[in-house]
């Protein structure tokens, strides 16, 4: 190749480097700017857990939060939840006394993310409580049906694919009485995660964006729909019932056992020891009456002694 024909290639390869690097820094931005989206942010990250005048979830309400702490401590909480527990902070203590568990660290949490979350709070306090868009998922309270609970387990196990094309729950979770070989085993066991979260509105609000490391990726661009909640929800209620009503023959049954087992114990040593205890008894009686044979004098004949 000519001198004359290798300088254009040259120069069209930098000008193609170049576009690509720009492109991918674009790209790199935009991700950077959606991810730092302070609702984006609240909605991903924190929705699953508090709200913004909706009431006590598994933490607690965030509105007016600036009113009841500084604003430096907020985002250092934000930012490294876990630092400040293990500190021995109080307020933090008294949080997590209430909230019955800690706050986990956000990936990627910085400190102007944390900020941005705070002026987004303060600007959502603004409004009554329950008014704010951050006020948390209603959950209707009719009473399940055994449509909802078999919708429920075709959206765990798969055989119902969810509509923003998440990944099915049974991939890394299980539930009592699925039979075969039942689910994953990366996530907890969910027979009773109902129970845990103590009512539907918590444990839905925390399914339409699951906060965990492990499902916040996954879920993130692939959210449940407000059905599919309410079908799991029906679905993970029936199975505490289903295994809360085991719960008692079971416990029975455990108890039967135990006093059954504890009887036969006893039986089997008294069979094993009755024979040593009369020997003993035995030679001890035999002892005692040569003893008292040897101290009583014998009469004669005549009856003296």
Request: charged share 25%.
């Amino acid at each position: 190749m000519s001198r004359s024909t290798a300088r254009p290639a040259r120069a069209l390869s930098r000008t193609l480097l170049w576009l690509v690097s720009c492109l991918v820094g674009l790209v790199a931005f935009g991700a950077e700017a959606r991810a730092e989206d302070p609702a984006t942010d609240f909605k991903q990250i924190c929705s699953s857990c508090h709200t913004i005048g909706g009431g006590v979830l598994t933490g607690p309400d965030l509105r007016e939060v600036s009113k009841r702490q500084k604003r430096d401590w907020l985002v250092n909480f934000i930012v490294d939840p876990g630092a400040v527990l293990d500190s021995g902070d109080p307020y933090a203590a008294d949080l997590l006394a209430v909230a019955g568990q800690r706050m986990p660290n956000i990936p990627g949490m910085t400190r102007s993310r944390a900020e941005g979350l705070l002026d987004l709070i303060e600007a959502e306090s603004v409004h009554e409580p329950g008014k704010s868009r951050f006020a948390g998922m209603q959950i209707s309270d009719r009473p399940f049906t055994d449509r909802d609970v078999a919708a429920g387990r075709a959206i765990f196990t798969g055989e119902t694919s969810l509509v923003a094309g998440g990944t099915a729950c049974i991939s890394c979770h299980t539930v009592g009485g699925l039979g075969g070989l039942g689910g994953g085993r990366l996530g907890p066991d969910l027979t009773r995660v109902f129970e845990r979260y103590e009512d539907r509105r918590k444990l839905g609000v925390w399914l339409s964006a699951p906060a965990t490391e492990t499902m916040l990726p996954t879920f993130r661009e692939h959210p449940l729909e407000q059905e599919e909640i309410l079908s799991l929800l029906a679905y993970f209620e029936n199975a505490m019932q289903k295994e809360q009503e085991d719960d008692a023959p079971r416990a029975l049954v455990l108890v039967l056992l135990g006093v059954g087992g504890a009887i036969g114990a006893l039986l089997l040593f008294n069979r094993a020891w009755r024979d040593r205890f009369t020997g003993v008894r035995r030679c001890l009686v035999r002892s005692a009456a040569l003893s008292e044979s040897a101290r009583t004098p014998t009469p004669d004949a005549s009856g003296r002694v």
